[in-house]
């Protein structure tokens, strides 16, 4: 994007540095060239943009986005994916390897990154398969693959059970400093299930996964991470036993990150309800204890990111009875109204919920996006913070509607996004 813009009387959020003021933002050639007071409705520009006192921040950053592509287009493409996301205001995402094929080689990092170059509205980086196949079995070629583009290693939803073959792995990684993601469950407790273990599980009379799941296998992961010196990214853990975990291995010198799905700050057990589908997600929503948890580990910075966790999945392998049914959600358009919304109701503040979709994923995989900042990419979002709307899932961008807020009332909207100062979605 060439020329200059100016973007004025805008409640500039800027997470990293803790700004929250009036100003305004000077893009230039695609970059943020000034930003403050200063910025107004007299300042020279090509195009001026009256922001109208809403609040402008750095475009949000998802480091948990699946996409049907390749092999299952009909669940969702590149191109709708990312469509949804400038629709939510997330500006980059990363698209993880659970595709068919997986992309666990070279050849399918570059794929991805062509093909998102030809379609997508935002940026897409690839993450790769840290075992070829996702079979847990043989790692993949990390080196020539993070040399390929790929922005972390993760097993994605099928965790690595061998243990021998984990620890080979995160030696490999350590070597090349590359980060790696796993999702902590022991699939011998968790296969099968439906929501969480507990009392109201056993009153639906559906099978439940219980925490201990998720506390036996970050137990392990953390160990691994501690003595082969990689960077582990504790990928949406849902428990407040498990936070305690990380914090405690942190102080150890572990060098430990952790991501929250955000339909686990929102929710818990109860909002299953009446055997709804859409709310049969990997992790499970958890107890009301837990939820608060993980909301008060993101107000104290100890969660360093929140992600959509969108996992599109069509009507035919959502509408059956739940054990059934598939899981997963789409998230792409609701992961920054569900902060604004906890923040509406003053479970959190903003700027907190904000750093965790901007700067902290940011810092995680080293871009230099993700917060207001001369000579950053002017990807940002333009919202109204306290705008109420009813989420109906036929209005959403993704390809499929399998989404938990379907009937839910939030607040946040959406106005306008921008990549590298080009304007890739704007509300009516």
């Not at 893009?27 to 009256?50: H, Q």
């Not at 060098?255 to 990997?282: M, R």
């Not at 999945?313 to 059934?324: F, N, S, T, V």
Request: aromatic share 4%; hydrophobic share 45%; net charge neutral.
């Amino acid at each position: 994007m060439t020329g200059r813009t100016a973007i004025y009387n805008a409640r500039l959020l800027d997470p990293a540095s803790g700004r929250d003021e009036k100003g305004g933002i000077l893009i230039e050639n695609g970059l943020i060239a000034d930003l403050g007071i200063g910025i107004t409705k007299a300042s020279p520009a090509d195009l001026r943009i009256d922001a109208h006192g809403k609040a402008l921040a750095p475009g949000l950053i998802d480091l948990r986005v699946k996409t049907g592509e390749p092999g299952a287009e009909n669940k969702e493409t590149l191109e709708t994916a990312s469509e949804a996301a400038a629709a939510g205001g997330v500006t980059t995402f990363v698209v993880m390897p659970d595709t068919d094929p997986v992309i666990d080689s070279v050849a399918l990092v570059d794929f991805i990154k062509r093909r998102a170059d030809g379609v997508a509205k935002v940026k897409v980086h690839p993450a790769a398969g840290l075992t070829i196949g996702l079979d847990g079995q043989k790692m993949s070629e990390i080196g020539l693959i993070k040399e390929a583009g790929a922005v972390f290693f993760s097993n994605g939803d099928r965790p690595v059970e061998d243990a021998g073959v984990l620890r080979r792995a995160m030696q490999y990684a350590s070597s090349f400093d590359v980060l790696v993601a796993s999702r902590p469950d022991t699939p011998a407790l968790s296969k099968n299930t439906v929501m969480t273990a507990g009392a109201f599980a056993a009153r639906l009379g559906l099978r439940g996964a219980p925490p201990e799941a998720e506390w036996i296998a970050l137990e392990r992961d953390l160990m691994l991470a501690e003595t082969t010196g990689a960077r582990l990214l504790a990928d949406c853990i849902s428990t407040g036993r498990s936070l305690k975990a990380i914090e405690r291995a942190r102080k150890a010198g572990v060098k430990v990150a952790c991501s929250v799905a955000a339909y686990s700050l929102f929710f818990n057990e109860l909002d299953v309800g009446d055997y709804l589908t859409y709310c049969k997600v990997q992790p499970p929503f958890r107890a009301e204890a837990d939820r608060l948890a993980l909301i008060d580990g993101l107000k104290r910075g100890v969660v360093d990111a929140v992600v959509s966790a969108h996992d599109p999945q069509p009507p035919e392998d959502k509408r059956l009875p739940i054990a059934e049914a598939a899981y997963g959600a789409v998230g792409l358009e609701t992961l920054l109204p569900a902060l604004l919304s906890l923040a509406a109701r003053d479970e959190l503040p903003l700027l907190a919920a904000l750093k965790a979709v901007t700067s902290g994923p940011a810092d995680l995989l080293g871009l230099p996006q993700g917060r207001l900042k001369k000579g950053a990419p002017a990807d940002l979002v333009l919202f109204d913070a306290t705008a109420p709307w009813a989420c109906d899932r036929d209005d959403l961008s993704s390809r499929s509607k399998n989404s938990p807020f379907d009937g839910r009332k939030l607040e946040g909207k959406v106005l306008r996004t921008w990549v590298n100062g080009a304007t890739v979605f704007e509300r009516g």
